[in-house]
């Protein structure tokens, strides 16, 4: 995985990947302007997350390696890889490594499934929750319910 080369893929996640919440410079709180790039509400100083960093590191050196994104940001190779999962970054397309997808292990450029599996993955999820819908028994019927007024036994 050494030497892939990545591009930008301007698809956010999740990840936090050491967002900056205090500034540097005068300690004020950083606010996200957007794609990894935060800038602080009292001085105005710019700083990255680990995303912003790398994503501007490839833009200034296209076709660059995990690597070389590394050793010039300082982004663990670790957070690089789950920036290439969660589709944030994409390797290359003259790139001569890949990903694999995790069912069927065909080589892809970015995220955990190829195309088809991942079609096939959602498809499965949506059967799973028809099915779960379609579940009847005591206590699963939707039928409306009282209004919660009080009951009283005729003897």
């Known amino acids: 995985m050494k030497d892939k080369k990545i591009a930008v893929r301007g698809v956010l ?13 005068c300690g004020g709180i950083m606010i ?8 602080c509400e009292d001085c105005r100083d710019i700083d990255f997350d680990d995303y912003g960093k790398a994503r501007s590191y490839i833009e200034r050196n296209p076709g660059s ?5 590394t050793e010039g940001t300082g982004v663990s190779a670790k957070s690089i890889r789950q920036m290439l999962k969660e589709s944030r970054l994409e390797i290359a397309s003259d790139s001569r490594t890949f990903l694999k997808c995790d069912i069927c292990g065909i080589n892809i450029r970015h995220g955990s ?4 599996c991942e079609v096939a993955y959602h498809r499965n999820k ?12 005591y ?12 009951r009283y036994i005729n003897r």
């Open 32 to 39: 996200f302007k957007g794609v990894g790039e935060y800038e």
């Open 126 to 137: 949506e059967e799973q929750e028809r099915a779960a819908r379609a579940i009847s028994g």
């Open 13 to 25: 996640g999740d990840g936090d990947y050491n967002r900056p919440y205090k500034c540097n410079a």
């Open 139 to 150: 206590g699963m019927d939707t039928k409306p319910r009282e209004s919660g007024e009080m």
């Open 65 to 69: 390696t995990q690597a070389q994104i």
């Open 113 to 116: 499934l190829c195309d088809k």
